[in-house]
């Protein structure tokens, strides 16, 4: 079946210590976002990218950084410059010719101790 | 700035009662419109979607949406409710800068009461 895996689905990491999250697709689509989750906030836009080896910022970049290697995968790194990293992680994907329309994985819950 | 707004935070609704979600956007021009459904702890489900056309769009689980450009709206509609559409509710908006971008709205929280 195609769709998006996230993982792992929880993940507990000490403050001040990086922490990737893994998104992987096997939809063939060409864009990847990463958004994080709060409540009451929606969804935020961290990063997106809509090529490989390319990706830009979204409203708050701040603390992590991205890479886009290959198409079906776009790793996302907290990093210990995030100051409050504790939060539901949501990757998507979606492609031109669906116009916007975007398919989520089923999230990573990350909380710093 | 282009933005969305969903200003019922929580909606309690009886089962088999009516509902209407609301959901407005600034933008210039039409955009691409979307009605998202999460339940706790998962990832978003796509309910429905309007790019053009017929103001009015059917999607999935009984849900409808309405269009409507004079009021910048795309308020979400189901005639009955079941206990299974407790959920958080998400309006997302595409506008065409040349990207897939999307903007969400902060959500609305159904719950339903037997």
């Known amino acids: 079946d195609g769709g998006i895996t996230q993982s792992p689905k929880y993940l507990f990491r000490k403050e001040g210590q990086n922490v990737t999250l893994s998104c992987e697709q096997n939809?063939?689509?060409?864009?990847m976002y990463w958004y994080r989750q709060d409540p009451g906030q929606g969804l935020r836009l961290i990063y997106y990218?809509?090529?490989?080896?390319?990706?830009q910022k979204g409203d708050i970049a701040e603390g992590y950084s991205v890479s886009r290697e290959k198409k079906e995968s776009f790793p996302l790194t907290v990093t210990s410059a995030q100051k409050n990293p504790t939060a539901f992680y949501l990757c998507?994907?979606?492609?031109?010719?669906?116009?916007?329309?975007?398919?989520f994985g089923p999230g990573t819950r990350l909380t710093v101790l | 700035a282009q933005s969305v707004t969903q200003p019922d935070i929580h909606i309690t609704v009886s089962e088999g009662a009516s509902l209407e979600l609301r959901c407005n956007y600034s933008?210039?021009?039409?955009?691409?419109l979307f009605w998202y459904v999460q339940s706790p702890g998962q990832g978003l489900q796509l309910l429905l979607k309007?790019?053009?056309?017929?103001?009015l769009v059917q999607g999935i689980k009984g849900f409808e949406a309405e269009f409507k450009r004079s009021q910048s709206s795309f308020n979400l509609r189901k005639p009955s409710v079941h206990w299974s559409d407790a959920a958080e509710y998400f309006c997302?908006?595409?506008?065409?800068?040349?990207?897939?971008?999307?903007?969400f709205g902060t959500g609305t929280r159904l719950t339903i009461i037997p």
């Open positions: 998507a994907s979606s492609t031109r010719e669906t116009r916007h329309e975007q398919f």
């Open positions: 309007y790019f053009s056309g017929d103001t």
């Open positions: 939809l063939n689509h060409d864009a």
């Open positions: 933008y210039g021009a039409t955009p691409y």
């Open positions: 997302a908006v595409g506008f065409n800068f040349g990207n897939e971008k999307l903007t």
């Open positions: 990218s809509q090529i490989v080896n390319d990706f």
